[in-house]
């Protein structure tokens, strides 16, 4: 048997070999015979055969294996011209290169003509608007993110330069600046947020499936909003793709899956009126309180899952083409931590809780639809309507282990339990209508319109505060007559944006150019808030469990008693408008090596707001602020040579304050950290210079350095409230902050693939480092502090990604990517009693820094199947506040006032191909 087996080796690869020796190569390079850039995509095809290929990212192809003989070689690419080269010999062994320089060409078919579209889901397309654009912009394609696993747009702007999203809030710091110093758009047309305590919409709603690429630009330009200073990111959503793809996968967290979690998961109240991820309230709040229970529910089998179908379909209408795409997501995961809640006021212990425990249970539902028509190759219209419903519910416990403590409560401080139960549910609605009309060859004029609605509801939060007296007894809190209530939020959003840009040019030569660019912008945006809560007074009343809250609520005796009293609060209600009118004019130039962008905005802002709130004086109040500006924005290049450059960027923006932080609201977190607006903020003025080199080696690397510096006049940061509250507040704490950094950025081909079947293996590093400082104001200094960092701000900020491909038929991808963020400020200190502030105090509070690694592994089974497993933070670092605490008397400490784990994320999918 040996024997044979060795016999029929040995002729199989005999004839292997000889097959081999038959056979050649053919090899070379496609590139613009104007630009001299390489084409991606092109076509090489041997006549008379099935032997053809296209070409790659850097536009070399490789053609292996073909029979020895003579062929005609033709080279082709959409809207240039084709060539052929006659007489090839191939070889037996040998390699032939080839290289095409191909010039444009304009096919006409009839009144048709054959226009070419650049892919920008392609990194390699990216790269090149990269390197063309005048403005430091950053883009990263829906190619690249598959490949590294990203699942929403907040992850993916975390793999581009001086970006990293805060895991804890899930906000995007761009070179270490927060949400308030950003800008988010859709297409170019502004977004709303979903969250009243943010700016920008929460960028985790963005799916990958409906996400073409992510954009950041980093410097101004006048055609875009005033209202910004770190950059601003824009969410291009996908279009036409005829493909019918379904995408399944199950996704669990290692928090949820342990011992004592998975079999004991619990949830609100609120999900027995959850169907299909919609909430529909049952009851009002003031009947839910002896109505619908106060107690948690349990969840079995906390597994996730995902479901999403892509589909597109490309029509004629009145002879010109019509397509529609269309793609819509399920997702439901579940998520649980547990650490550790300080407060501390004065330097001393406020609150403390050593299992503050979180279940978060998250259903986001999505869905695009984009419609685009042709009337010709030099008029379209395209039409986006996007919808995202999510709900988050979430339910906080503190104090189970009876260790809790809460500092002059009643009956007493100790053995103090804390339950919040809420759920939110944002709706959004964005539409929008775009169109681009080439008038001449030397005039285009592109415009857009826009309406979005937001619906942000906490239809039904309960929270109880209980305290333990032995025995199996918990008497409930009575300091105040909410300890225990139930309450009702809604905010509701109205927005209508546009734009209209004319674009005409001058002079359109290889190496001379003018361009002007001229325009206008506005927004109007409404918001309505409304909220109510319902207290239940319970002095002396006790439960005998936690967990059966409803023995003391529905207990209808205790009301005729008076023993519970409902204190039915008068509704806290605010209503904003935003109204922005914009002018601009931008010049595009290029003068040989020189070239740039020099541009004007004239923006006016108007907020108005009026309130009638219960911790205003007087309730009710108003505010009217208006502001006129000019904006400068400067963008030069110098083209050094063929692949290198150096930018320079000088711009002046704004940053106005946000309808909640002029509102006087107070916003209660689940931990009890209470947050209010301030009417008296002034918005910031913000000047902004950036210098860059960079250089593209090949199509797909990249090298470059970056230095920046900013000037923040005014700057407006979360700060401790002066006074005893203890509480969070909006302030213009100082009147100037400076903040100046570099950024180092590189792709790199550590193996590059010279063919189908050979290895691929690319790494990206880029790491932004920042120094800030600011005054402070005389009244909020302390303890001789008078100046401090910006708040929520990261000093330094490293992105790392190294990517594998077997570039094999049926392709496996790895993906290893790690992020580290450094510590930044959550809220500036301030002191408590001015004329003693060196001994009445609160220090700042500090997020710290921590590193994120995250795998993905891919795999394509067959044409129509591929399987991905990935695995998020898996080195489940600890997620830590920390204040520096001074007591009257002993040596100061660094104390951890908030901790946790997120858990590692585990998830295995399965996408198919239905086209096949």
């Known amino acids: 048997m040996g024997l044979r087996r060795l016999f029929l080796l040995t002729i199989l690869g005999g004839v292997s070999l000889i097959a081999t020796a038959q056979t050649g190569k053919l090899t070379g390079t496609v590139t613009d015979a104007k630009t001299k850039e390489t084409l991606i995509g092109a076509t090489i095809f041997l006549e008379g055969t099935t032997i053809g290929t296209i070409t790659d990212f850097d536009g070399n192809y490789i053609v292996d294996k073909i029979p020895t003989g003579t062929y005609t070689v033709r080279c082709s690419f959409i809207s240039y011209e084709t060539k052929s080269v006659e007489q090839v010999e191939i070889t037996a062994g040998e390699t032939v290169k080839i290289d095409f320089i191909l010039g444009e060409s304009t096919v006409e078919i009839g009144d048709v003509k054959v226009v070419a579209k650049a892919n920008r889901e392609s990194e390699a397309m990216l790269l090149m608007?990269?390197?063309?654009?005048?403005?430091?912009?950053?883009?990263?394609?829906?190619?690249?993110?598959?490949?590294?696993g990203v699942s929403d747009a907040a992850s993916a702007t975390s793999k581009i330069s001086g970006v990293t999203k805060n895991e804890g809030s899930g906000d995007v710091y761009i070179r270490g600046l927060g949400d308030r110093y950003l800008s988010t758009t859709m297409n170019g047309l502004p977004i709303p947020s979903d969250d009243v305590e943010k700016k920008n919409i929460?960028?985790?709603?963005?799916?990958?499936?409906?996400?073409?690429?992510?954009?950041?630009?980093?410097?101004?330009s006048a055609d875009t909003y005033g209202d910004q200073a770190s950059g601003t990111v824009d969410v291009s959503s996908k279009t036409f793709n005829e493909k019918i793809t379904l995408g399944l996968s199950a996704k669990a967290n290692s928090n949820v899956i342990k011992d004592g979690i998975w079999s004991d998961f619990r949830t609100t109240q609120n999900m027995n009126d959850v169907s299909l991820g919609l909430y529909q309230r049952t009851y009002t709040t003031e009947a839910a309180i002896k109505q619908q229970s106060w107690n948690p529910e349990q969840r079995a089998m906390p597994l996730g899952f995902d479901f999403s179908l892509t589909a597109g379909k490309r029509l004629k209408l009145f002879d010109h083409d019509f397509t529609v795409f269309a793609t819509v997501g399920h997702e439901n995961e579940y998520e649980h931590h547990q650490g550790?809640?300080?407060?501390?006021?004065s330097n001393i212990l406020n609150d403390s809780f050593n299992d503050a425990e979180t279940f978060n249970t998250k259903i986001t539902t999505t869905g695009l639809v984009n419609l685009a028509y042709e009337f010709n190759s030099d008029h379209n219209l395209n039409f986006n309507s996007l919808v995202v419903?999510?709900?988050?519910?979430?339910?906080?416990?503190?104090?189970?282990?009876?260790?809790?403590?809460?500092?002059?409560?009643?009956?007493?401080?100790?053995?103090?339990f804390v339950r919040d139960q809420n759920l939110k549910q944002t709706t959004m609605l964005v539409n929008q209508l775009m169109g681009s009309h080439k008038l001449d060859d030397k005039n285009l004029l592109k415009w857009a319109?826009?309406?979005?609605?937001?619906?942000?509801?906490?239809?039904?939060?309960?929270?109880?505060?209980?305290?333990?007296?032995?025995?199996?007894?918990?008497?409930?809190?009575?300091?105040?007559?909410y300890q225990q209530k139930k309450s009702l939020q809604d905010i509701k959003d109205w927005e209508a944006n546009g734009y209209l840009n004319d674009e005409l040019k001058f002079i359109d030569e290889d190496d001379k150019k003018l361009k002007l660019d001229f325009g206008g912008n506005f927004r109007m945006k409404e918001r309505d808030f409304n909220s109510l809560a319902v207290g239940v007074r319970g002095k002396g009343v006790s439960v005998s469990s936690i967990d059966n809250m409803d023995e003391a609520f529905h207990n209808e005796s205790l009301y005729s008693s008076s023993d519970l009293r409902l204190r039915v609060g008068t509704p806290d209600i605010y209503t904003a408008n935003l109204k922005v009118y914009a002018a601009y004019l931008n010049t595009n130039f290029k003068l040989n090596k020189l070239s740039g962008i020099v541009g004007l905005r004239y923006e006016k802002d108007e907020i108005d707001a009026n309130w009638d709130v219960a911790n205003y004086v007087g309730r009710?109040?108003?505010?009217?602020?208006?502001?006129?500006?000019?904006?400068p924005g400067l963008n030069f290049k110098y083209q050094l040579g063929d692949k290198s450059s150096v930018r320079l960027a000088a711009s002046k923006t704004t940053t106005l304050p946000e309808f909640k932080e002029l509102s006087p609201f107070e916003y209660v977190s689940p931990t009890g950290r209470v947050t209010k607006g301030n009417p008296d903020l002034k918005n910031s003025v913000n000047y902004n210079l950036d210098l860059k080199w960079e250089m593209f080696p090949t199509a797909k690397e990249l090298f470059s350095v970056t230095s920046f510096y900013k000037r923040i006049q005014d700057p407006i940061n979360l700060?401790?409230?002066?006074?005893?509250?203890?509480?969070?507040?909006?302030?213009?704490?100082?009147?100037?902050?400076?903040?100046?950094?570099?950024?180092?950025?590189?792709?790199?081909?550590?193996?590059?693939?010279?063919?189908?079947?050979?290895?691929?293996?690319?790494?990206?590093?880029?790491a932004t480092k920042m120094w800030f400082t600011q005054d402070l104001l005389e009244e909020f200094q302390y303890n001789s502090k008078t100046e401090t960092d910006l708040q929520g701000a990261a000093g330094f900020i490293a992105n790392g990604t190294l990517s594998y491909s077997d570039n094999k038929e049926n392709e496996f991808v790895a993906t290893l990517s790690g992020n580290y963020s450094s510590d930044k400020i959550l809220a500036l200190g301030a002191p408590e009693d001015f004329a003693n502030s060196a001994t009445y105090f609160n220090n700042e509070i500090v997020e710290k820094g921590f590193a994120t690694v995250d795998l993905v592994l891919s795999k394509k089974i067959s044409k129509t199947v591929s399987?991905?497993?990935?695995?998020?933070?898996?080195?489940?670092?600890?997620?830590?506040?920390?204040?520096?605490?001074?007591?009257?008397?002993?040596?100061?400490?660094n104390e951890v006032v908030s901790s946790y784990k997120k858990g590692i994320a585990l998830s295995l999918g399965v996408k198919i191909d239905l086209n096949k």
């Open 129 to 148: 608007d990269q390197k063309e654009a005048s403005g430091i912009k950053e883009s990263i394609g829906s190619r690249r993110l598959s490949t590294l």
């Open 202 to 220: 929460d960028l985790n709603l963005f799916s990958t499936d409906i996400i073409k690429n992510v954009g950041i630009n980093k410097t101004f």
């Open 340 to 345: 550790i809640f300080k407060k501390y006021r």
């Open 389 to 416: 419903i999510k709900t988050n519910d979430e339910l906080y416990e503190a104090g189970r282990n009876g260790e809790g403590y809460i500092y002059d409560q009643l009956p007493k401080d100790s053995m103090a």
């Open 449 to 481: 319109v826009g309406y979005n609605s937001v619906s942000a509801e906490e239809p039904n939060r309960i929270r109880n505060q209980v305290h333990g007296m032995g025995d199996n007894t918990f008497q409930f809190a009575y300091v105040g007559d």
């Open 620 to 631: 009710k109040g108003s505010l009217s602020n208006s502001y006129d500006n000019l904006f």
């Open 719 to 766: 700060a401790q409230t002066r006074g005893s509250s203890g509480n969070f507040i909006f302030e213009n704490t100082g009147k100037q902050a400076d903040v100046y950094g570099f950024e180092v950025e590189t792709r790199l081909n550590l193996i590059a693939a010279e063919g189908t079947g050979t290895p691929d293996l690319n790494l990206s590093l880029n």
């Open 867 to 893: 399987l991905k497993f990935s695995g998020k933070n898996l080195l489940n670092p600890k997620i830590e506040q920390t204040q520096e605490i001074v007591p009257l008397t002993g040596n100061p400490s």
